[in-house]
C-alpha cells in the first residue's frame, strides 16, 4: 500500500505537488481557525512544507513554509 502510494507521487509533477500542498495547507489553515486559539494546530503546518519539500523541491517547501 505504501509502495503504491510513493510510486503514485514521485510520478507527479512539480507544480502539481506545489498545488497540493497548499490546497493542504489551506485545509489546515482553516481548521486551525475554526477551533480558535484554545487549541493550538501549528504543527500540522509543517505536514505541507515537509510535503512539498520533499517531492518538489528546497523552494516550494520554502513558498509553502511562507504561505503557511
Known amino acids: 500500500m505504501l509502495n503504491v502510494l510513493l510510486q503514485f507521487?514521485?510520478?507527479r509533477t512539480r507544480g502539481e505537488v506545489l498545488l497540493m500542498a497548499f490546497y493542504?495547507?489551506?485545509i489546515v489553515g482553516i481548521i486551525d481557525y475554526a477551533t480558535g486559539y484554545e487549541i493550538s494546530?501549528?504543527?500540522l503546518y509543517l505536514g505541507p512544507v515537509v510535503f512539498a519539500?520533499?517531492?518538489a523541491g528546497r523552494r516550494p517547501g520554502i513558498i509553502i513554509a511562507v504561505l503557511s
Open 53 to 55: 519539500a520533499w517531492y
Open 41 to 43: 494546530l501549528s504543527v
Open 9 to 11: 507521487m514521485e510520478r
Open 24 to 26: 493542504f495547507s489551506i
